[in-house]
């Protein structure tokens, strides 16, 4: 059960905050763009999210987009936020990541995956061995595909939470 936990969760991105990151030892993030940066196949990003990139980049936070979704998604999306990317990202393997985190010259232990789904970005930056933090997304996917994975995520999440109400006690 442990692949599927993510190191912490937040409600969105935009609720990562500087001193979490330092209490992690994060100085870079390898981010989703679906449902964790907007909406599915949504062009531009969520006008609070956009805020939020430009804080953790004043502070030198390093920040590259890693997506299952292919390169006509992604480039058009990385190229308006300025930000270097990789399409067909393929996770859960850990490659990506390794890569990611490599572009931003960062150790995998100073980096951490930010993204949506736990069978993809957060079972990936397990594999990988690096930090995650989970996001919730912005809207439950129309697709039928996506319906068991969001009915076991919910299955994992309440095992997650009972360990981390453990944590606490
Ligand atoms: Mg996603």
């Not at 209490?23 to 989703?32: E, F, P, R, S, T």
């Not at 990317?85 to 985190?101: C, I, M, N, Q, S």
Request: charged share 25%; aromatic share 8%.
């Amino acid at each position: 059960m442990a692949l599927f936990f993510p190191t912490t969760s937040v409600p969105k991105a935009y609720d990562i905050t500087l001193p979490m990151l330092g209490a992690m030892g994060v100085q870079g993030l390898i981010l989703d763009i679906d449902n964790t940066l907007t909406t599915h196949d949504h062009p531009t990003p969520d006008e609070r999210i956009l805020t939020w990139l430009d804080q953790m980049q004043a502070a030198g936070i390093r920040l590259i987009l890693l997506s299952n979704n292919r390169p006509s998604r992604v480039e058009p999306f990385a190229k308006k936020l300025g930000l270097a990317f990789e399409a067909d990202g393929k996770k859960p393997l850990p490659g990506g990541y390794r890569r990611a985190a490599a572009a931003m010259g960062l150790d995998l232990r100073r980096t951490a995956a930010v993204g949506d789904q736990i069978f993809t970005d957060i079972l990936g930056a397990n594999l990988a061995g690096m930090p995650s933090i989970l996001v919730e997304p912005f809207q439950i996917e129309p697709f039928f595909r996506f319906r068991l994975k969001r009915f076991l995520e919910k299955k994992i999440l309440c095992s997650y939470r009972k360990k981390k109400g453990r944590e606490k006690a």
